[in-house]
């Protein structure tokens, strides 16, 4: 798959070489040319000097046939305007945006564009987002054979409700995230679009957990 990134800061090279390694094809673009030095010296991907959200510059990145857009540069403006861009004149579905302000960053969430906040874990934040089945890896007892992740659900369960969710994977709910904001969800509790669920699931049975929660719900009988 191909990823178009924009931004050579620290999050932008970590989340090239991150790319690269595990096989996809990387372009990063920058307004600065010195800041491609961030990136390691093997790195085989396109190096762009331009303005993440020109589209003679998205094109030579090859965003036409991107699989995800990252918008990870220090302008909060300039990754929302890159990154409504990519989706809404290239159709590119995966894309997220880096921005600090936390109250702007919910109004685009709810507009669709994903975003993640300037932290530290920032870079594993975007690939377990914009690859397919990707999941966090949040907390694990190898003794008790337990693991907590953020594990991504198909859009099938929206509208049903978590109890259903558990019993279907035989895991537990820890919490969710919705609108940046942490809840308990108990019986009553509907999934919704945009969740992120965090789910504490037995190491023995976490692969057939993860299956169910990626497929639609089955139908009653």
């Known amino acids: 798959m191909h990823v178009v990134i924009m931004g ?10 991150e790319f ?3 096989g996809h094809s990387v372009s990063v673009i920058d307004v600065r040319a010195d800041a491609f030095r ?3 010296s093997d790195f085989k991907g396109q190096k762009i ?5 020109d589209r003679d510059t998205l094109k ?3 965003v036409e046939d991107a699989y995800a857009f990252a918008a990870v540069s220090d302008g909060d403006n300039s990754n929302i305007l890159a990154a409504r861009v990519v989706r809404e004149t290239y159709g590119v579905e995966n894309v997220v945006a880096r921005i600090a302000d936390s109250g702007r960053a919910e109004v685009y ?4 564009i994903p975003t993640v906040a300037p932290v530290p874990w920032t870079a594993a934040q975007i690939v377990t987002r914009l690859l397919p089945g990707g999941s966090d890896s949040e907390f694990e007892d190898a003794d008790a054979g337990i693991v907590m992740r953020r594990v991504p ?21 820890a919490y969710v995230t919705r609108f940046g904001e942490a809840i308990l969800p108990d019986a009553a509790t509907a999934i919704q679009s945009g969740d992120d669920v965090h789910l504490l699931l037995a190491l023995a049975t976490e692969r057939s957990a993860t299956k169910a929660i990626a497929h639609p719900p089955k139908a009653a009988s």
């Open 109 to 112: 969430r709810r507009l669709g």
């Open 49 to 53: 000097t331009g303005l993440g959200f």
């Open 153 to 173: 659900i198909n859009d099938g369960w929206v509208g049903r409700h978590y109890h259903e969710l558990e019993k279907a994977s035989q895991a537990r709910v």
């Open 20 to 22: 690269e390694s595990r």
């Open 38 to 40: 961030r990136l390691p």
């Open 8 to 17: 050579c800061g620290r999050t932008g090279a970590t989340l090239a070489s």
């Open 60 to 62: 030579s990145a090859g």
